[in-house]
């Protein structure tokens, strides 16, 4: 531990602290005590003099510094993942009651935090400025005092090491390969524990990087999506090669080369940070990328291309599958608890590289190679202190109660909001299983609290028996974060990338659990099962007639989020994001499902509207379609449900609607520019023959539906608008939930 960093980093939160509770009517911050604290502060704040902190003033959300977003406010409240807390609103409203609780909670944090060692107490702060400063305004715009409080404890740890920073960034490659290529008998197990594993390996990576510095956590800007990213002394540039080699090794005594980690780093002048800066980072961590395990020695490099046994393919079967590894044991076993866990005990430890052994190593023995010992709670009532060693308890979502959480004295209490939902089986769940074992020859147990397997969630799906696959990102990230945020000059600039970054992972990490755990706690049939969902981007696979609407949902909040309203039909959303949905029978293998999906999104980012507008669009059953124009089909496709299987119009109904779909594109033309355009081709007319006879043949309340939708079809307004587009999904989608089942076994 470099103890003038912590000590720094110590300094500067208690700064924040103190200001948050200093009288806002003076005219200017307290000064800092030491001079790297002053300087840094001055730097992340840009100015020339510390600026004035007033928290009578509402805190406006980072996205207003995007280009045409609107503006924004942050509701002032603790932080958690509700609907009233999380979200922003228009108003600018300023609540002076809960700005004292704020502040009060902070001061008590304090003061309770006083009687811990350096390195604890720093902890202890940033985790209580996370919970109660994330609303708090600072000196920048858009960014919280929180985010501003965390980027300066970084910068004046860094400093007091050297008089230059070292901006490090890292990212795990082969993350893709090494979850998705698992069979799917006993994926569900499989796939949570491989993703969570990385999560945590991203951390533990970061972790060592950290240590082996002497930084304390605040130093760790970012962590998410299998990359990170520290602020170091600039005095440990030459220490970046050892450090990729020696994780580079690490990770190829574990995995075999599945897993590397592309390590890079940027040398700056505090003073000179600019967006530059950011750019070359990207540039020399993808050039690690493509030069994987190069820094290896030659007998470290051979094992690269030693003959090993054959991974058992995705797709074989249980009973023909070869026996696990400890590694692939430790990783089932991880995923069978997650969908119950509450809190992580992450316990930092010097790191052993020498610790691995191949054969018999666990997740948990990677973690405590590189200096973080992780283990995973059902219940706070679980966890046992130890007064010999510092631990940090971080719950993963809010709804652990912490009463009976009995804490060891160097013990801090955190938040690390993860996305670790499943839906658990029932006794009534276990009876279907072992029916559907008999019927389709699988012979996977099932038990009451274990995780739902594929084939239950197919089996329990409305209509036809599937799995989905739902894959979604935000679109252009890349631009985001380049020439649409503004950015101040200098380390300000930092502060604001940091901020932005956390804003999207409380979405990703926090939000979309909380979304997941309603669908599965409703009472509707099916369940939703969260592969991953991080950083920018989520992969969910559940029952098939779930998905649509989850992506919808997802997709509305996110909007909601970014705006601070409920999106308007035609809006424009400042981050957008796209999303494609695949489905398959239960046993199909997961990888091509996962490659089927990736391509089903691609397309979404290929939509172009015909005001030009790309992207934020969905591809569903092999349709892309705007999400304006998806929200269209999704209510239609209500409407023909309800119709066929409620009012007794003929099935026939949605074949004349695809057939027509069909036709349309078929004789769709372009224009110039190359772009599709209809026309009032054969189809209309026959569109208005069939659809006739179908109403004439009908009852008189459903003839006027059907009238109704005939004009909404062949109409003129419906041709020039393509309503035909959205109602051939529409019909497509309606067939598959109304559809008959067998108990063929190819269906499952």
Avoid at 293 to 303: K, N, P, S, T, V
Avoid at 340 to 348: G, H, N, Q, T, Y
Wanted: aromatic residues 8%; glycine residues 6%; contains cysteine.
């Amino acid at each position: 531990m470099h103890e003038d960093a912590y000590r720094a980093a110590l300094e500067t939160l208690r700064f924040w602290v103190t200001t948050a509770n200093h009288d806002e009517s003076a005219n200017a911050i307290p000064d800092a005590e030491s001079n790297v604290v002053q300087r840094a502060a001055l730097l992340v704040c840009g100015a020339a003099a510390l600026p004035r902190l007033d928290l009578t003033q509402p805190l406006t959300t980072v996205f207003e510094r995007l280009q045409g977003a609107p503006t924004a406010y942050v509701r002032r409240a603790p932080l958690a993942l509700t609907d009233a807390t999380l979200f922003p609103s228009v108003e600018p409203h300023v609540d002076a009651a809960a700005t004292d609780k704020l502040r009060a909670a902070l001061r008590a944090a304090d003061d309770q935090s006083a009687h811990l060692p350096l390195a604890p107490r720093v902890e202890a702060l940033l985790f209580v400025l996370q919970q109660y400063a994330w609303c708090l305004p600072s000196p920048l715009d858009g960014v919280s005092l929180y985010d501003l409080a965390r980027t300066h404890a970084a910068v004046a740890a860094a400093l007091a090491g050297d008089a230059d920073l070292l901006l490090v960034g890292g990212d795990i490659s082969g993350v893709q390969e090494f979850i998705y290529s698992v069979s799917a008998a006993g994926a569900t197990r499989q796939l949570r524990g491989r993703s969570f594993y990385l999560q945590l390996l991203t951390d533990a990576c970061a972790h060592y990087l950290l240590h082996q510095a002497g930084m304390p956590l605040c130093n760790l800007l970012y962590a998410g999506g299998g990359r990170f990213y520290v602020l170091l002394p600039a005095s440990f540039e030459p220490q970046l090669a050892v450090w990729r080699r020696d994780i580079g090794a690490l990770l190829l005594e574990a995995h075999g080369g599945a897993l590397y980690l592309a390590l890079g780093g940027m040398r700056f002048v505090p003073e000179q940070y600019s967006d530059s800066v950011w750019q070359e980072l990207t540039r020399r961590i993808d050039d690690a990328k493509r030069r994987r395990f190069a820094e290896l020695d030659d007998d470290a490099f051979a094992r690269l291309f030693e003959p090993k046994q054959p991974e058992p393919s995705p797709d074989t079967e249980t009973q023909d599958a070869e026996p696990l590894d400890a590694m692939d044991e430790s990783l089932d076993d991880l995923g069978r608890r997650l969908a119950r866990v509450a809190l992580l005990s992450v316990e930092p430890a010097a790191p052993n590289l020498a610790l691995l052994r191949r054969r018999e190593a666990s997740w948990r023995d990677v973690l405590r190679s590189l200096g973080l010992n992780v283990f995973p709670l059902d219940d706070p009532r679980d966890y046992r202190a130890d007064p010999s060693h510092r631990r940090r308890v971080l719950r993963i979502d809010d709804r652990v109660d912490l009463q009976t959480l009995a804490l060891g004295p160097h013990d801090v209490v955190g938040t690390r909001y993860t996305v670790a939902v499943a839906q658990l089986a029932t006794m009534r769940d276990v009876a279907q299983y072992q029916t559907l074992e008999r019927n389709a020859g699988d012979d996977q147990t099932l038990s009451p609290g274990d995780v739902k397997p594929f084939n239950l969630l197919a089996e329990q799906s409305i209509g036809v028996r599937r799995i989905g696959v739902l894959r979604m990102d935000v679109d252009d990230l890349g631009d985001l974060f380049g020439r649409r945020l503004d950015r101040p000059q200098g380390l300000a600039g930092l502060a604001v990338t940091a901020a932005l970054s956390v804003t999207l992972s409380r979405y990703f990490e926090g939000w979309v659990g909380e979304l997941c755990r309603r669908a599965n706690d409703d009472d509707g049939a099916g369940g939703v099962y969260a592969v991953y969902s991080g950083g920018d981007d989520l992969f969910l696979v559940g029952s098939w007639h779930r998905m649509p609407h989850m992506a919808q949902r997802i997709r509305t909040d996110f909007a909601r989020y970014v705006l601070g309203r409920a999106p308007h039909p035609g809006d424009a959303p400042p981050i957008t994001l796209s999303g494609g949905i695949t489905l398959h029978i239960a046993r199909y293998p997961l990888y091509q499902a996962a490659d089927a999906a990736a391509e089903a999104l691609a397309a979404a980012k290929r939509h172009t509207r015909s005001n030009q507008r790309t992207k934020d669009a969905i591809t569903f059953l092999g349709r892309t379609l705007s999400w304006e124009h998806f929200g269209d089909a999704t209510n239609l496709c209500a409407e023909l449900v309800d119709l066929v299987q409620e009012k007794g119009a003929p099935r026939s109904l949605l074949m004349v609607i695809q057939t027509l779909d069909a036709r349309s594109r078929q004789a769709q033309r372009r224009n110039r520019g190359g772009d599709p355009q209809f026309t009032y081709g054969p189809w209309v007319w026959q569109g208005a023959y069939q659809l006739t006879r179908i109403a004439e043949r009908s009852s008189h309340s459903v003839k006027e539906r059907i009238d109704d939708l005939r004009e909404r079809i062949v109409g003129d307004a419906g041709v020039q608008h393509c309503f035909i587009e959205r109602a051939g999904l529409a019909a497509r989608w309606a067939q598959l939930l109304v559809r008959e089942r067998s108990n063929a076994k190819e269906e499952r």
